[in-house]
């Protein structure tokens, strides 16, 4: 298997899509690169990752934040339709912390609070 795959498959918000990124295929060198390279863009206190695609980017963040911000980084693979963000975004923002979202892949344009390492212009899948 590969990071990129030319098959149908249903994401995690129920989408039928045309190809799957597959970031387990993503070496944990990559993944501390891609940190170190977020961790370079913002300053944070906490960072959450969204379970399952967000966990191994959360463990690479972890050492690069601070104790003396309260925002809260919330970090995942691939950002499809930004449900799984935004749920996360709301409970923490609700509990009084400023929240800033990375995400690897973004298959669209994300939400302003969101960033993205790479943004895969016009397909969406």
Known sequence: MTLLQ??????HSGLELDFKIDC????????????????KRTVFGHVYGIPRGGMRLEKALKPYHDDNVSTVLVADDV???GQSMEGVRVFFEEHGFDVIGWVIFA??????????VFILGGLVG
């Open 6 to 11: 030319c098959k149908k498959f249903k994401s």
């Open 24 to 39: 387990d295929y993503l070496s944990d060198s990559d993944i501390e690169c891609i940190a170190k390279l977020i961790a």
């Open 79 to 81: 950002l499809t339709t």
């Open 107 to 116: 298959r669209k344009k994300p939400p302003e609070w969101v960033n993205a």
